[in-house]
Antibody, heavy 128, light 110 residues
Framework: QVQLQQSGPGLVKPSQTLSLTCAIS??????????WNWIRQSPSRGLEWLGR?????????DYAVSVKSRITINPDTSKNQFSLQLNSVTPEDTAVYYC??????????????????WGKGTTVTVSS | SSELTQDPAVSVALGQTVRITCQGD??????ASWYQQKPGQAPVLVIY???NRPSGIPDRFSGSSSGNTASLTITGAQAEDEADYYC?????????????FGGGTKLTVL
């Protein structure tokens, strides 16, 4: 079955860059039927979608407006993984960060989107 | 961007039926998905689309939608169903097709 394994530091200093990686097993980052997301969760913001990367004959990225100026999500096909970089972090970026796969199913009469596989989460604290 | 609204907390007696709702403009265009989250764990998909359950999700979980409201129903709630429940959906209110989450509903099984 598909699994996502997250890695990265749990402590980042203010103004620096938060970097996390999500390694995929059981699927491909280049899949034409999946997209690869980063989501974070904090008591103040709840679950917040940050962005995603996906391949449909070429690579695309979508980013949330709230972080668009600071975020980069990159696929790494050689390692079958994708990464999150969030620049210029502040204590407001303290959260549990998750990676997740989203899928699309469609027919002539319906269209479904859902996030069916999640990583275990990485707690990231922004503090000096 | 669009928002999804959920009641912060709901309770249900053991073995009874409970409905958790999610409201938002994006639900007029896209189906909601529902996720169960227990303390210290990642969210788990329990319902997606019109009323689809991933493999391994008990059939006491069901979903429905009407207009701008999606509902998750648990028929015969069990003690292990006590958790936070979140809805999400695609959202096309911006320039791109993004994702939006509800604020979550804490379900207590009495």
């Amino acid at each position: 079955q598909v699994q996502l394994q997250q890695s990265g530091p749990g402590l980042v200093k203010p103004s620096q860059t938060l970097s996390l990686t999500c390694a995929i097993s059981g699927d491909s980052v280049s899949s034409n039927s999946a997209a690869w997301n980063w989501i974070r969760q904090s008591p103040s913001r709840g679950l917040e979608w940050l962005g995603r990367t996906y391949y449909r004959s070429k690579w695309y990225n979508d980013y949330a407006v709230s972080v668009k100026s600071r975020i980069t999500i990159n696929p790494d096909t050689s390692k079958n993984q994708f990464s999150l970089q969030l620049n210029s972090v502040t204590p407001e970026d303290t959260a549990v960060y998750y990676c997740a796969r989203d899928k699309r199913e469609d027919s002539s009469s319906w269209l479904y989107y859902y996030m069916d596989v999640w990583g275990k989460g990485t707690t990231v604290t922004v503090s000096s | 961007s669009s928002e999804l609204t959920q009641d912060p907390a709901v309770s249900v007696a053991l073995g009874q039926t409970v409905r958790i709702t999610c409201q938002g403009d994006s639900l007029r265009s896209y189906y909601a998905s529902w996720y169960q989250q227990k303390p210290g764990q990642a969210p788990v998909l329990v319902i997606y689309g019109k009323n689809n359950r991933p493999s391994g999700i008990p059939d006491r979980f069901s979903g429905s939608s009407s207009g701008n409201t999606a509902s998750l129903t648990i028929t015969g709630a069990q003690a292990e169903d006590e958790a936070d429940y979140y809805c999400n959906s695609r959202d096309s209110s911006g320039n791109h097709l993004n994702w939006v989450f509800g604020g979550g509903t804490k379900l207590t099984v009495l």
